[in-house]
């Protein structure tokens, strides 16, 4: 039979000010901006970025980690002084970070030893520990491992994600997409694409849709190294890859239990270098640097922005600007860093030009 701590009734008293703590802070930050990216007037279709970069945290983890967190709470899971870690390669971790210290929590990342270095000190200056590891597949083990040691508590967004979120509303990403697009010229979007590494955000959003009896459909992107895109297209969760992917914050070497493959209406796989042309290439048209995540977003949004042209249908498209891309200066805005990946952006910006003058998507 399972062992129950029991909590004295100051224990209580504690989680009530904590969730009361998390709940003020919501209350001080306004949602996140709904950016219509310039297209050619004549197409008839607008694309909106939803700008998550505008978070506390500056990514669309700050929402995941605001929900695992509630979550952890009130199911008992940590209590005052209760040692937080995580699994994550950067932005999860920074926004959980934060959180951690917003209740006096010691928090530890164990990430992947790559990634980048503007991740590795937003998280220490949130309070952060970062723990490394070499193979990108540990970080599971380990991170319970640590947790065990420590005596805490592992918050496992890869298993929690599409838990800890209200997909029904409570103003949840899907929601706020569609109170800010109810005044557009077309305000239910033919597509909504994301990208998937827990698997959370097009759970919720594909969940959403259902719910509130919408015809939109729901886009996954996928980059290369990353086994979402194949285990969706051969029915098989149990697909596992053999590396770790280059674009931070979405793909993943194996299926995580958060990706529900069954409200996904469709996915398309984007050549890193495609990622990363997407966006050198949409800095020149926002006045603003976005992260790798973003360009894969943005590629697949193209693609069926171009279908939806050929069609001959207008209407709407929605992504998301998931964090800014002062992130990435050492990677994806780095040559030398791109040259040594073996990537050739040359191609992927040509069809960039290309889209944008013709609307044609090769």
């Known amino acids: 039979m399972q062992d129950f701590e029991r909590f004295e009734p100051r224990t209580r008293e504690w989680v009530c000010r904590a969730v009361s703590v998390i709940e003020a802070d919501t209350r001080r930050s306004a949602d996140t901006h709904l950016l219509r990216l310039p297209l050619p007037p004549e197409w008839g279709i607008d694309l909106y970025l939803k700008d998550e970069s505008t978070h506390p945290t500056g990514s669309l983890k700050h929402r995941l980690a605001r929900s695992l967190f509630l979550y952890a709470l009130c199911n008992g899971w940590i209590v005052?002084?209760?040692?937080?870690?995580?699994?994550?390669?950067?932005?999860?971790?920074?926004?959980?970070?934060?959180?951690?210290?917003?209740?006096?929590?010691?928090?530890?990342?164990?990430?992947?030893?790559?990634?980048?270095?503007?991740?590795?000190?937003?998280?220490?200056?949130?309070g952060g520990r970062c723990h490394f590891v070499d193979d990108p597949g540990a970080i599971y083990d380990e991170s319970r491992r640590l947790a065990a040691e420590l005596g805490g508590h592992f918050m496992d967004q890869f298993?929690?994600?599409?838990?800890?979120?209200?997909?029904r509303g409570n103003n949840n990403i899907a929601e706020s997409m569609f109170e800010q697009l109810s005044l557009e010229a077309a305000p239910e979007p033919e597509w909504i694409v994301v990208g998937a590494?827990?698997?959370?955000?097009?759970?919720?959003?594909?969940?959403?849709?259902?719910?509130?009896?919408?015809?939109?459909?729901?886009?996954?992107?996928?980059?290369?190294?990353?086994?979402?895109?194949?285990?969706?297209?051969?029915?098989?969760?149990?697909?596992?890859?053999?590396?770790?992917?280059?674009?931070?914050?979405?793909?993943r070497p194996r299926v995580e239990p958060s990706f529900i493959g069954q409200v996904v209406d469709r996915m398309i796989k984007?050549?890193?270098?495609?990622?990363?042309?997407?966006?050198?290439?949409?800095?020149?048209?926002?006045?603003?640097?976005?992260?790798?995540?973003?360009?894969?977003?943005?590629?697949?949004?193209?693609?069926l922005v171009a279908e939806m042209r050929a069609a001959q249908v207008r209407g709407s498209v929605v992504t998301l600007l998931c964090d800014s891309g002062e992130r990435y200066e050492h990677t994806y805005y780095n040559d030398t860093w791109v040259a040594a990946q073996g990537l050739d952006l040359?191609?992927?910006?040509?069809?960039?030009?290309?889209?944008?003058?013709?609307?044609?998507?090769?």
């Open 346 to 362: 040359a191609p992927h910006l040509a069809t960039l030009t290309r889209f944008y003058s013709t609307g044609v998507w090769r």
């Open 197 to 251: 590494g827990t698997g959370g955000t097009s759970a919720t959003i594909g969940r959403y849709l259902r719910y509130q009896k919408l015809r939109t459909r729901l886009a996954v992107v996928d980059p290369e190294h990353s086994v979402f895109f194949d285990a969706w297209t051969e029915h098989d969760a149990g697909v596992v890859g053999e590396r770790g992917s280059r674009i931070e914050g979405i793909g």
């Open 80 to 126: 005052e002084g209760t040692p937080v870690i995580e699994a994550s390669s950067g932005s999860t971790a920074v926004s959980e970070a934060y959180f951690a210290r917003l209740l006096g929590m010691p928090f530890v990342a164990v990430m992947p030893r790559s990634t980048s270095p503007e991740k590795v000190a937003l998280i220490g200056r949130e």
């Open 159 to 167: 298993t929690n994600a599409e838990r800890a979120t209200d997909w």
């Open 270 to 303: 984007v050549p890193d270098a495609a990622s990363i042309a997407a966006v050198r290439h949409v800095e020149r048209l926002l006045g603003r640097r976005v992260g790798g995540s973003t360009g894969t977003n943005l590629s697949g949004a193209f693609q």
